[in-house]
């Protein structure tokens, strides 16, 4: 498996734009996991899906920010409109959550996110 | 809440020898799993190391090792015989459970520097 696979890796964009981040989980986890991470507040979850569907979102900070995911392979994070504040890296984990298991989260490669 | 707590930010080794890194944690669940994931300058998240709570015996991978010490909710990561490549940063994180499923808490984070 490819693991998990996020897109872009890097995005420069300015204030007040529309910005898509987008995450393949690996193939058959059932949940998927969007992270923010900064220098000041270090890794903070923002969402997470079980089979599709959002289970929390309360680490989403606010309205501008919005997640989906429309099928089990694919996910988006939607910033409308961004903030220079929003500059941070991404991540993207998914996890397969199963009796036994060790719930263990892989995570992608990251999007750095720069907004001007 | 659980938390987790890394008290060393930063720390160097000199390549070849052993260092340790600390975490605690707190959580108030029987059932839990903990991690050390490694991030180094490609901003990657790379699973190290990890442990379930319920089992005694320390886990080891490679030149990697754990010191969990359940009562003292302590859980300390070892790298022997340090190479240039273990510089990063290292995180500490732990499972808990919601109602629907699992999250995952992070530590600050201990910066690992590796001298040749």
């Known amino acids: 498996d490819a693991g998990v696979i996020q897109s872009p890796r890097h995005e420069v964009t300015e204030m007040g734009q529309e910005v898509t981040l987008r995450c393949k989980p690996i193939s058959g986890h059932d949940y998927l996991f969007w992270y923010r991470q900064t220098m000041m507040r270090g890794l903070e979850l923002l969402i997470y899906f079980n089979n599709n569907v959002p289970i929390d979102d309360s680490g989403m900070p606010e309205d501008r920010f919005s997640a989906k995911m429309p099928n089990a392979s694919f996910s988006t994070l939607k910033i409308q409109p961004s903030e220079p504040r929003d500059s941070a890296v991404y991540f993207c984990a998914s996890s397969l959550v199963m009796e036994a298991s060790t719930d263990t989260q892989y995570f992608g490669p990251g999007t750095r996110l720069t907004v001007l | 809440a659980q938390t987790v707590t890394q008290s060393q930010p930063e720390m160097s080794v000199q390549e070849a020898e052993t260092v340790t890194l600390s975490c605690t944690y707190d959580?108030?669940?029987?059932?839990?799993?903990l991690f050390w994931y490694k991030q180094p300058p490609s901003r990657q998240m790379i699973l190290v190391i990890r442990?379930?709570?319920?089992?005694?015996q320390n886990a080891t991978e490679n030149r990697f090792s754990v010191n969990f010490q359940k009562a003292a909710k302590s859980f300390s990561l070892k790298i022997s015989d340090s190479q240039l490549g273990d510089t990063a940063m290292y995180f500490c994180a732990a499972t808990s459970k919601d109602n629907a499923g699992n999250m995952l808490t992070f530590g600050g984070g201990t910066r690992l520097m590796v001298k040749p």
């Open positions: 442990q379930e709570a319920y089992k005694q």
């Open positions: 959580t108030s669940e029987n059932n839990y799993y």
